[in-house]
């Protein structure tokens, strides 16, 4: 069985208790990300991620300061495709994975919101931007694994001679990540991730899915290297009752305006689609102590792990026991929540999984 690993969330756009009140409640800057990072590695979290979208500062000039200011966390940030000629994206990972001794994976996604890749001057429709990405990951494999300059004649790229330095300190090369619903991301992470991470939903239907993309990497002779988990928010306190309360405080006195404006931007999603409409269906609760609740109010990792610390550990188990072996994790506030959880849960998932935690 894999080791489990645990990864937490810096909120770039701003931390809050209230989304009536507003995401940047605390503001995003060197204070507060100090506070969530310190809190993340004193928990035992093993990586970072660092989100990429409008609200959100730079990936990767604020993955590159936090990681010269912490000590262990690597920093899983975002590569997307068409923003970066894959040629320095790739010298950009590999000079970061030198200057951190192996801190650094690729968090790969081609774009939840076409309003925003159109924003920022992104050309490639949904279903080009994963043939990009496709094209990209397999050009920046290929130069860090190449003992010689590298040729290249693609769909999009034309190399002639490029290589890249220094080589990677990871071996073979840093790990790339990918979060999606749709056919084209679970055809790129049969072929290419390491680890392929759901979004919330119930963990019989992880199951199901789990089984479908571990045959599509069977058939690029991966099915043993690709690895999976989820992308959950977490609301544990010491009783059910103020976990809920801390729940409802969240959505609490915010509109349909924004709700229909989060399921407008994320409409080309399917993983988004699929978070809206489990909370259609079911108002929230989409299995004990799982809810999709916070849909309503942001896009992406919609659906959160809600109780007392058994509770949590409970359903954090359950997707274990389906095959998880990597959970990215957010809370609010994220250096309080990661605080609750390392002394909360962790504890309980270790005790229960004994000799898989990497930390």
């Keep these: 069985m894999r080791p489990l690993e645990f990864g937490w969330y810096l909120p770039s756009n701003g931390d809050t208790l209230s989304y009536a009140e507003g995401t940047d409640v605390v503001p995003a800057g060197t204070p507060m990300f100090d506070r969530v990072v310190a809190a993340a590695e004193a928990a035992g979290f093993e990586y970072m991620l660092v989100p990429v979208a409008v609200p959100c500062w730079e990936a ?32 950009m990972v590999t000079t970061f994975d030198q200057l951190t001794g192996g801190r650094i994976a690729v968090n790969l996604i081609a774009g939840q919101s076409e309003a925003e890749n159109a924003a920022d001057g992104i050309r490639y429709g949904k279903e080009d931007r994963y043939a990009l990405m496709a094209e990209e990951v397999a050009i920046m494999k290929a130069l860090w694994t190449a003992r010689r300059p590298l040729d290249w004649d693609g769909a999009f790229h034309t190399l002639r001679g490029a290589r890249v330095i220094p080589p990677p300190f990871q071996q073979p090369h840093p790990r790339f990540y990918l979060g999606g619903g749709s056919a084209q991301a679970w055809a790129i992470s049969a072929r290419h991730a390491d680890v392929h991470l759901f979004w919330g939903d119930r963990p019989e239907t992880v199951a199901g899915q789990i089984a479908e993309i571990r ?49 407008a ?20 609760l989409i299995a004990p102590n799982l809810w999709a609740g916070l849909a309503r109010v942001r896009q992406g990792a919609g659906v959160a792990v809600v109780g007392d610390p058994a509770q949590c550990a409970a359903v954090l188990q359950r997707f274990i026991d389906v095959g998880c072996h990597s959970f990215c994790l957010s809370g609010y506030l994220h250096d309080e929540e990661a605080e609750r959880f390392g002394r909360l ?4 998932l270790a005790e229960q999984n004994a000799g898989r935690m990497v930390a």
């Design 215 to 263: 045959a599509l990497a069977r058939d690029h002779g991966r099915e043993e290297r690709l690895g999976f988990g989820m992308r959950l928010q977490i609301i544990c306190r010491e009783t059910e009752a103020e976990a809920w309360e801390a729940a409802d405080r969240l959505v609490r006195g915010v509109g349909e305006a924004r709700s229909a404006a989060v399921r």
């Design 60 to 91: 990767w000039v604020t993955t590159a300061f936090m990681a010269g200011r912490s000590a262990s966390i690597r920093m899983l940030v975002a590569a997307r495709p068409g923003y970066v000629n894959p040629v320095m994206l790739a010298k």
């Design 265 to 284: 931007n994320v409409a080309n999603s399917v993983a988004n689609q699929r978070v809206q409409a489990l909370l259609a269906e079911t108002g929230g």
């Design 345 to 348: 849960v962790r504890p309980i």
